[in-house]
């Protein structure tokens, strides 16, 4: 692994400028032409906060274990590993998925959710 090139003043205070501004530290890095790690190190030494990761997903677009939850509701497959209680509460409550007797299904607005685009943060 090669030695990384030393930080100038200006590096210094563009970092501080974009942690104000509410960047991820991988925004900050990509901004830098530098490595998380290396960013993460030098906030850390300057005492500099830097957002570490992105902000929470909007309410409308399903987490991991909801969008697993939904696709296995609607080929009538058993619920994955990891979808506890608390996420099916989630899904109800957002009308992603519906009570069916003892059993679940997916709804329309569930499926749809699914196919809804995740939103990413990439470079800025």
Do not use: C
């Not at 205070?13 to 032409?33: C, M």
Request: aromatic fraction near 4%.
């Amino acid at each position: 692994m090669g030695k990384s090139r030393p930080w100038t003043d200006e590096e210094t205070e563009q970092l501080r400028t974009l942690a104000r501004d509410g960047l991820t530290l991988t925004q900050v890095a990509a901004a830098l032409n530098r490595t998380d790690t290396t960013v993460r190190k030098k906030a850390d030494e300057f005492g500099i906060e830097v957002q570490r990761r992105i902000p929470d997903r909007r309410d409308d677009v399903p987490n991991y274990p909801e969008r697993a939850a939904i696709i296995a509701l609607s080929h009538a497959a058993p619920l994955p590993v990891g979808v506890g209680k608390g996420t099916l509460a989630s899904l109800l409550r957002k009308g992603w998925i519906a009570e069916q007797g003892v059993d679940y299904k997916a709804t329309a607005e569930g499926v749809a959710a699914v196919r809804r685009k995740i939103p990413t943060v990439r470079g800025g």
